[in-house]
């Protein structure tokens, strides 16, 4: 077994040790370390998740807004270089071929946003 997983393990069982040995698990402060300390834990640990769910909730939510953000007009695409639109489809995750011609790139990007989307 890995040594520093070893060392990880015991300095946790150690640490629990001293904390309920010690009473800093005694939450409620009533002298003893029982089972309404543990819910006072268990609680904490419920609101903090929920906390940090609500917080990758909202960076997803921006991610997905930022893909589906539209395209340019078709008139717009079509006045860009191969090197606009080969950029304008990296802001969206999408790789364009600028080997192909711009009329194919442009066809390319609107479908594969419409993926996305």
């Known amino acids: 077994m890995d040594p520093l997983l070893l060392i990880s393990i015991l300095v946790v069982v150690v640490g629990l040790g001293v904390a309920y040995f010690g009473g800093y698990l005694d939450f409620n402060k009533d002298g003893k370390v029982d089972e309404k300390d543990f819910d006072i834990l268990k609680d904490s640990a419920e609101a903090a998740i929920e906390k940090k769910v609500d917080e990758v909730k909202k960076e997803v939510k921006e991610k997905i807004a930022e893909v589906k953000a539209k395209l340019p007009t078709a008139a717009k695409l079509k006045a860009l270089t191969k090197a606009q639109l080969e950029d304008l489809g990296r802001e969206f995750g ?20 419409k993926k996305l989307n």
């Open 94 to 113: 999408i790789e364009l071929d600028k080997r192909k011609t711009k009329d194919k790139m442009i066809a390319d990007l609107k479908s594969e946003h």
